[in-house]
């Protein structure tokens, strides 16, 4: 064990006393690492969220929010925000990606994760979340510029592209802002959603970046998830499910189900090209490789979004380069 790691181990001695084992567990795309602790036959996880690289304080707000919304999020059994290590409820290993992987249906975890996504919006935190803002849009576009492009396609944008690529993408941006805000988990897909007891209710994970942003965003990213493929009419049978469940005063806000789910589709959009980025990122500068594999099913669903949207002009020779 490193040095955390052995801090962590002996912080949770002193929590849960001296006959506990560590097991380390997969990380996430940060600094936060995440270990198993094991008494006999039950187990916890602790978060290692190192002082200076990763704030303990955003996780906290929103579990304990989320918590209060209805939303199934571990327990918080412990803490040291000070030293960066938190005790939660575990989840267990089966997630909905492996759940669906290992041959099941999605249909009751689509169900379940739809009502969670209803009250997660209806509830306003106590406290403010960073906006998801045009800044904060172009800053996420520009990873596809600066990582994916150079790195993974062998091509270094000049300034006209860069510029003809927003003038092209700018719609669509637009369009997103122009959309009802509500909060956002923000990364709400099958690998952040367990099934604690092999069945619904859903776990839900990795929420601590939530913002306030598009109403569609959340929905996007289960229904276009990156590390999914489901048929078009399976998320178009959800999309309206989860549309006519809407409040009115949303609802209101669309023309019909097929505004909607437009949408929705612009925000996929917007979030894989976002996505290509961060696991090229991932990739060269962190040497997280396994994220390459995820880039080729994200650029699918990226062209599929665009000719679904007719999207054309400077942002689509761009969007379209391959992996070199």
Known sequence: MDDRALAGFEWSRSVLGPDVSIKPLAGDASFRR???IIEDNRSWVLMDAPPGKEDAAPFLNVRSWLESAGVRVPHLVAQDAALGFLMLEDFGDVSWSSHVQDG??????????LQQLHRLQAKEP????????????????DLYLDWYLPLAAGHRPEEAEREAFYAGLMPVLQALLSLPYVPVHLDYHSRNLMLPEGSAPLGVIDF????TGPVTYDLASLLYDCYQDYPEDERRRWSRHFYESMPAGLQAAFADFEDWHRSVRLTALQRHIKAIGIFARLAHRDGKNRFLDEIPLTRKHLREEMQALSIS????????????
């Open 34 to 36: 995440y270990f198993r």
């Open 104 to 113: 099941h249906a999605p249909q009751a975890l689509f169900e379940d994760a």
């Open 126 to 141: 106590e406290f403010a979340l960073p906006v998801f803002d045009m800044a904060r849009m172009r800053m996420e576009c």
């Open 208 to 211: 601590q970046d939530a913002v």
């Open 313 to 324: 002009g400077g942002a689509n020779a761009l969007l379209l380069m391959e992996p070199a």
